[in-house]
Structure formats: C-alpha cells, structure tokens
C-alpha cells in the first residue's frame, strides 16, 4: 500500500518545517498529534466532540476539583485530588458535600482560583439566567453531573454541593467539570466565542494557537502547580485527521508523530517501518443502544436477544486487527461488577433465528430498524466498516438495519436528546450506535440503567426501566461501603445483559502508533489520556 497524502489539509505539508526551525531555535520539544476528530474540541471550558475529547482540549487546559488518576499504565486509575484537595460526605446529611479548595493555584491569566471560581463555573453550566452561562458548554456536561440540586460557597476556599438525593457516586461525576476562569471572560468582553481563541484554565498546558479544523497548539504551563504532572513536551501540535489511512500516511511521511486509532490493515506497514503501537486493557465498550419504547422494535427481548447472538465478535476483532476484544455485556468478564447473567452472550445463528421466529420474523419477512451511527471520530473505532459487518450478520437472523450516518457531535446530540425526542423518533431512529466509557459505576451502569435519568435528567437514552435495578440503585447511592456496592453493582450488570439492553460487540483497546521520536507515552487504562506523560 503507497501512501497518499492528497486529502491532508494544506498546512501539513509546511509545517513539520516551520516547527523544526522554530524548535532548534529555541530548543523546543514539539509532539504533533494526529486526533480522529474532524475540527479541535471546543476550547472555552467544556469540551464537545464526545469522552475523548477530555483529553485534547480538557484535562490539558483545565482541571476538575476530582480528578482521575491518567498518568499509569500498569493498573486501572482511581479517582485522586484535582483543585480540591479533599472532600467529604456531611455526616448529617448525606447529600451535602463540603470541597476543600487548594490555594495558591492561578489561572493561565494570573487570577486567582477560589471559591467564587468553582461558584461562578457551576452557575456557567447549570444557571440558565447567570450572565456567564454558556449553553455550548452547559450542553456537553450537563448530562454528565446529573446529582447537582445546589451550590454555595462556604469560605474563600470551601464548597458545599447538594445532591438531589443521596448518591454515594457523585464524585465519579466531577472529573468531567472543569474549571475555567471568570477573569479572562471578563477580560474578553464577556465573549465566549472570543474566550475560546484565549482560554485560561489551571492545567499543564496553555492554548497558544487555534485555527479551527485545522490544528492547536499547547504550550507547556512552567507555572502548573501539580509539580508531579508537569508536561515533559514543551508543544503538542494537535491535527484534526477524521481518516484513518490519513492519518497513517501523515505519521508514515513524517507529518505527525503519534496518531489514534490506526487503521488496523495499515499495522504491518508501520511495525515494518520501525513505528511503535501500544494499546493497554481499555474500559470502553462499542455497543447498539436500543430504545425500548412504545413503538419500537426493539421493545421484544427476543429481538434484543437474537440481536446479541447474530454477531461473530472474534469476526470482528479480526476485522480490528485484533485491535479489540469480544463484548460479554457493558463490562469486562473481569470487572467486580460483571454479576452472573443468566443470558450468554455469543455468536448462535441458530438461536438466533429461532428467537426472531417466535417474535414473528425471518429472513423473508424481516424486522426493520434505523440506527444513528457516526461517519468516526475518537471512540468509534472503525465506525462504517464495523457497522457494515453488523448489518450484514443482523440480516442473517431477519432483522433488516438501514443507517443514519452523521458528523460525531451531531450523534452526540442525538444521544443527549433521548429516543423519544422528535430528532430520534421523528425519524424512526430507534438505536444509537455509541462508543461508551465504563470506568467507574456511575459511567458504566447507573446512568443508563436509572428509568430516572431519561433524557434531559440524564443518557438512560432509550427509556429503560427496571424497578428492581431501580431500587438497587437507590441502595448504592445510599451504601458508602465499596463491597455493598460491588454486590449492587453486579446485580444491575447482570440485569442489564439478561434484559439485554443493549447490543454488545467489542471493547476498545484504545491503539495509538507513534514515531520512534516519541521516546515516551504512558498509555493508561482508561479513556482518558494524560498527554503531560508524551516525552520526544
């Protein structure tokens, strides 16, 4: 396979030179990362473009008062002190968490972070009537911090949030709220359109550079105040290349350095040409979410069954590469959480075609169904030739899959918006095809098992209700003890696969190759990336 270049922008054929004499001369150390996403993550906050955007234009930028642990590779990341340096459940009232803050943390600007900060981000995103409120980012985090009732400031370093109910979980929620600074809004004229070419947060790198659809330039924050996650490159060079032999011919002709998600026929080439691959133990699963709403096909547990038993995963590892893993549920057969299911996940085509028999369908007389997918982008793995592979064994057992195929953000929109908004049911949409992380209990099961956070309170995007999974979340919310938890956990896993929720393929192993010019990555097992970690 030769490698073609035509369909990168036109600065890519410049700049590895600019940047190579701007680096000698000023000893600079530059990465230039080629991300599968079509334009730069929004910048002003919040990013948009889906999870793994976090770790573009997120986590690089700014800070969330939890973080998680991203910077290991050799075991799963846990949560850890972000800008508050502790927190704690009242032990009066279980739903009132008192955040420590940390002092002498400034913004990229100079201001200084505080209380009145952490207040006035979480009125930019949750009060619609504050000056600062910005509905762009309120859009992306929203969904993500559903447990919020309230908010105030208990001392010039001190936060107190009220949960709606009891949620032993809630921490889990605020590594995706981060925090940016009101002085710089301020400063631009209350714009955020203005704020998103000058940001300021409090993270490892400062935005230097934007031009949209094109490329962003971090520089290193010599003034970041986690000594022990300061960056060890001075510049990432981020380059939106949704194609993915794009982006492996501008890392083969040394247009990039490191690329996500290589096209998987592409591996023996690099390998051969001395470029390193590394993947790690990733919790992300590549599903259908079905809606089980009135009216829709998928409201027949055999269907969702025989759905589940249409698909050869070890098919589709192959088509990866074995750039993945076989799905059993939402998670890994490893996980505390996993449970017993009583369903067995597999490839059986007879099973399969007799579970569609009794619903009343075959390959003569086949169910129909729209699924929303994405055209790629960071989580989607291959998204049209894996999609094509499930339309072609689903019509092995009778159920005929046509596609709407649309730009990764505007699948987001349609996944924030729930099966029963117009945009989904209006068209007969009736399954989203979306890469989902499951790292922690709140992002892996709770949010979608929960009938309570239907579309707006939150992503359970296709109406599932279960009362029994129900009422265990009421106890682990209400449980503070971690073995209580698992076993509750598990429980809701298990119910999840054996109503079968979704339709489960395969997990993520999250690829990225890179050049021998990158010395060091610490892949971790998670979706977040920490690129503080990339070393040239």
Known sequence: MKPNCKKLSHWL?????????HGVLHAETVA?????MADIPLTTGQPDRGAGAYQFTGHTLYDPLVAWEANVGNRPGKLVAGLASE??????????????????????????????AVVWNLDKVLADKSPQFDAKQSAQVRPRIPSIASYRKVGDYSVEITTKDIDALFPYQLPWFLISSPAQWEKLGKDWNKVASQPSGTGPFKLDKLVPRERADLVKNTAYWDKSRMAKTDRIVLVPIPDAMTRANALLNGQVDIIETPPPDVLPQLKGAGFKLVQNVTPHVWPYHFS????????????????????????????????????????????????????????DLPAARALMAQAGYSQAKPLKAKVIIAQGGTGQMLSLPMNEFIQQSLAEVGIQVTFEVVELENLYLHWRSGA?????????????????????????LTRFADSRYVAPNGVNWGGYNNPKVDAAIDKIKTTFDTKTQDGLLAFVHQSMVDDALMLWVVHDVNPHAMSPKVKEFVQAQHWFQDLTTIRM
């Open 87 to 116: 927190w704690k459940v009242d032990a009066k009232d279980n739903k009132k968490w008192v955040f420590t803050l940390r002092k002498g943390v400034k913004f990229h600007d100079g201001s200084e972070f505080n209380a009145d």
């Open 292 to 347: 089980t709403l009135p009216g829709s096909p998928w409201t027949d547990i055999r269907v969702r069954k025989a759905a589940n038993l249409a698909i050869d995963r070890n098919a589709v590892v192959s088509l990866m590469s074995g750039l993945a893993t076989p799905a059993k549920g939402q998670l890994d057969q490893t996980s505390p959480w996993f449970g017993k299911p009583s369903f067995k996940i597999g490839y």
């Open 13 to 21: 054929a410049v700049v590895p030179l600019s940047l190579a004499l």
């Open 420 to 444: 029963k908004a117009d945009m989904n049911a209006g068209k007969g949409i009736t399954a989203i095809n979306l890469g989902y992380v499951t790292a922690d209990p709140f992002y892996a």
């Open 32 to 36: 230039r990362y080629g991300i599968s």
